[in-house]
């Protein structure tokens, strides 16, 4: 998808270094994938320079004698080395750490329906690729301008698809048109559980055109008979075991893919704390029916059809299927500030767990404040959104258990107010 934005950073959004400074780090930003490189010194490359009266000119030959050996020149012109950019280091750190893991191959998958469930041969998986070379002269002139942040040039080809019911293809079902994308690496096994549970409720979903569409009543009843376990989950200022514990790891796969297409967003919110299988920060969509949902309108030209995938590196996937359209998308981001450290440390005490025995029920966090802008042309109109989402700092939170009759037995403010806070999967 060819970006209407300039090439390197963006009006009036730039981050810019003060003239002459050097950059420590570049950031290249795709969607909300956010790779961040040091810049090396094998990047820099030493290279002769010559001006006349000041302005740059080519050597002459005249002025070299035996090679290397370089006499005193003329009055007017002056030898002098200056830091160049080594492209192919570059080249080198672009490839190893951004395109060995972004990069991808298409898929190819057969999609049946009938009277049936439709059913998925394969994954319609769209392929990627950094253009290196491109990716190269941004950061070269990033360097030589100042600018820290990048937009990552990515080629983009769609996977092979065989649609084997008409009616799919009658209701304009033809081409990937988003993708939703997380990962979810280092979760506990009722955690990846619970997440597989959950996509598998999505896959082979139709989202008619102009249909508005609630995460929340394809998901349906989060319970043991709805095939969950119990995992942490956020309640009020507590994070406790309850069935369905990771569901808002789908929730974010679901909402990141609609969000970055440019569907038009009725309600999502942000966790309450921060939390790092999200990261970036400003990205993620919390649920817990029926009080949080997410809902989109697909206001693209034909129904979109959903399929859910977990690949080998515990990333999920949102894939839609549908028609595209004209819109062009960037999706900018995170701006934070109102960085706070987590509050002094809390104990509560409990007959709910074993007198004696301690639980903890809260890690330290910080709070921050995070926005991102969505910057869409549709019909050759441009909007502005701006996406702002508010992360609370947490203290260490533990309990310790106590008889009924426990002095320490006293009213916590947490516990009477939690059910009136959020609480999210």
């Given at each position: 998808m060819r970006s209407r934005l300039p090439l390197i950073g963006f009006v009036a959004l730039l981050w810019f270094?003060?003239?002459?400074?050097?950059?420590?780090?570049?950031?290249?930003?795709?969607?909300?994938h956010l790779f961040t490189i040091a810049v090396g010194k094998e990047w820099q490359q030493p290279r002769e320079e010559w001006t006349y009266h000041g302005k740059p000119v080519k050597v002459p030959a005249e002025f070299r004698v035996d090679g290397d050996r370089v006499p005193a020149p003329p009055a007017g012109y002056q030898r002098s080395e200056v830091i160049g950019w080594n492209r192919d280091a570059i080249r080198a750190t672009l490839r190893r750490q951004i395109a060995a893991?972004?990069?991808?191959?298409?898929?190819?998958?057969?999609?049946?329906?009938?009277t049936g469930a439709i059913?998925?041969?394969?994954?319609?998986?769209?392929?990627?690729?950094?253009?290196?070379?491109?990716?190269?002269?941004?950061?070269?002139?990033?360097?030589?301008e100042g600018v820290?942040?990048?937009?990552?040039?990515?080629?983009?080809?769609?996977?092979?698809?065989?649609?084997?019911?008409?009616?799919?293809?009658?209701?304009?079902?033809?081409?990937?048109?988003?993708?939703?994308?997380?990962?979810?690496?280092?979760s506990a096994k009722a955690r990846r559980h619970n997440i597989s549970v959950g996509l598998s409720k999505f896959s082979g979903t139709i989202v008619p055109q102009g249909a508005t569409f609630s995460f929340n009543e394809t998901l349906g009843p989060v319970n043991a008979a709805t095939g969950y376990l119990k995992e942490l989950v956020i309640m009020g200022d507590k994070t406790l075991p309850d069935y369905g514990g990771g569901l808002c790891q789908v929730g974010t796969t679901f909402y990141r893919g609609v969000w970055e297409y440019g569907f038009p967003i009725l309600a999502r919110r942000n966790h309450s704390y921060a939390v790092h299988y999200y990261s970036p920060q400003g990205t993620d969509a919390t649920i817990y029916p029926p009080s949080a949902d997410i809902k989109f309108v697909n206001d693209s030209p034909g129904a979109l059809l959903i399929q859910t995938h977990i690949d080998d590196q515990d990333h999920a996937f949102f894939i839609y299927y549908g028609t595209r359209d004209d819109r062009?998308?960037?999706?900018?981001?995170?701006?934070?500030?109102?960085?706070?450290?987590?509050?002094?440390?809390?104990?509560?005490?409990?007959?709910?767990?074993?007198?004696?025995?301690?639980?903890?029920?809260?890690?330290?966090?910080?709070?921050?404040?995070?926005?991102?802008?969505?910057?869409?042309?549709?019909?050759?109109?441009?909007?502005?959104?701006?996406v702002t989402s508010v992360y609370e700092a947490r203290p260490r939170f533990d309990q310790v258990g106590v008889e009924a009759t426990s002095p320490l037995l006293i009213p916590s403010s947490s516990s009477t107010s939690s059910a009136s806070m959020s609480s999210s999967r």
């Open positions: 270094l003060p003239a002459g400074a050097d950059a420590a780090a570049l950031t290249y930003r795709y969607r909300h893991t972004f990069d991808r191959e298409a898929g190819s998958v057969t999609i049946r329906g009938g059913t998925f041969d394969g994954v319609g998986m769209p392929g990627r690729r950094v253009d290196l070379e491109r990716a190269v002269t941004l950061t070269v002139s990033a360097l030589e820290t942040d990048i937009l990552l040039p990515v080629i983009e080809t769609q996977p092979a698809i065989t649609i084997e019911d008409h009616a799919l293809i009658q209701q304009g079902i033809r081409e990937v048109v988003s993708v939703g994308e997380s990962d979810f690496s280092g062009v998308t960037e999706v900018i981001g995170p701006y934070t500030w109102g960085s706070s450290p987590p509050p002094p440390d809390k104990i509560e005490y409990t007959t709910e767990i074993p007198a004696g025995t301690t639980r903890k029920v809260g890690d330290r966090v910080p709070g921050i404040k995070a926005l991102w802008w969505r910057l869409m042309t549709v019909g050759g109109k441009e909007t502005e959104e701006a």
